[in-house]
C-alpha cells in the first residue's frame, strides 16, 4: 500500500494562469512559496525557500482564478505529480507538480485584496475570515460553528 498526499502553507508567488481545455475542463498553475527557517553554524537565522508549482483542475481552478492572488498566503492539500514529454529540440523534460485537491485562504482579510471586495458570500466566510474550497465542491466550505446545535 502507498499514500501520495502533500500539506503546504505558503504564500503565492504570481496570479494564477487558468486556460480551458477542448473539453472545457479549466486548469490553473501558480507557483507556492514555503520557507524554512533554520540557525547555522554560526548561530545565525537562515531561511531556506522551496517553490511548488501548483495545479488546480475544474471548479478548483475556477476558485483559484477568482479568489488567489500573487502575495496571498494559503494552505494547499493534493498529491504529487512527475510528468514528462518531449521539448521541441527532442529533448526529454520532466517537471513535479503539486495536484490540489484542496484550497484554504488563509490570513486576515485585508491581506487579501480579492478578499477585500469578495465576491465570497458572508455565510461562506468564517469567523477567522477563512475559506476553503475543495475539488469536489462547488462552494467554498462554512466553517463557521452552528447555533443551531440538535442538542
Given at each position: 500500500?502507498?499514500?501520495?498526499?502533500?500539506?503546504?502553507?505558503?504564500?503565492?508567488?504570481?496570479?494564477?494562469?487558468?486556460?480551458?481545455?477542448?473539453?472545457?475542463?479549466?486548469?490553473?498553475?501558480?507557483?507556492?512559496?514555503?520557507?524554512?527557517?533554520?540557525?547555522?553554524?554560526?548561530?545565525?537565522?537562515?531561511?531556506?525557500?522551496?517553490?511548488?508549482n501548483i495545479v488546480c483542475w475544474r471548479n478548483l481552478a475556477e476558485f483559484s482564478q477568482n479568489y488567489i492572488?500573487?502575495?496571498?498566503?494559503?494552505?494547499?492539500?493534493?498529491?504529487?505529480?512527475?510528468?514528462?514529454?518531449?521539448?521541441?529540440?527532442?529533448?526529454?523534460?520532466?517537471?513535479?507538480?503539486?495536484?490540489?485537491?484542496?484550497?484554504?485562504?488563509?490570513?486576515?482579510?485585508?491581506?487579501?485584496?480579492?478578499?477585500?471586495?469578495?465576491?465570497?458570500?458572508?455565510?461562506?466566510?468564517?469567523?477567522?475570515?477563512?475559506?476553503?474550497?475543495?475539488?469536489?465542491?462547488?462552494?467554498?466550505?462554512?466553517?463557521?460553528?452552528?447555533?443551531?446545535?440538535?442538542?
Open positions: 500500500m502507498s499514500y501520495n498526499k502533500v500539506l503546504l502553507i505558503g504564500n503565492v508567488g504570481r496570479d494564477p494562469e487558468v486556460r480551458h481545455l477542448e473539453s472545457g475542463a479549466a486548469v490553473a498553475t501558480f507557483t507556492l512559496a514555503t520557507t524554512e527557517r533554520y540557525k547555522d553554524r554560526n548561530g545565525q537565522y537562515q531561511d531556506q525557500t522551496e517553490w511548488h492572488v500573487k502575495g496571498s498566503q494559503i494552505f494547499v492539500e493534493g498529491k504529487i505529480r512527475t510528468r514528462s514529454w518531449t521539448d521541441q529540440t527532442g529533448q526529454k523534460r520532466y517537471t513535479t507538480e503539486i495536484v490540489a485537491d484542496n484550497i484554504r485562504l488563509l490570513g486576515k482579510r485585508a491581506d487579501n485584496p480579492v478578499q477585500q471586495h469578495s465576491a465570497i458570500p458572508a455565510q461562506h466566510q468564517s469567523s477567522a475570515q477563512q475559506s476553503q474550497y475543495s475539488a469536489s465542491q462547488d462552494f467554498p466550505i462554512d466553517d463557521t460553528p452552528s447555533d443551531d446545535l440538535p442538542f
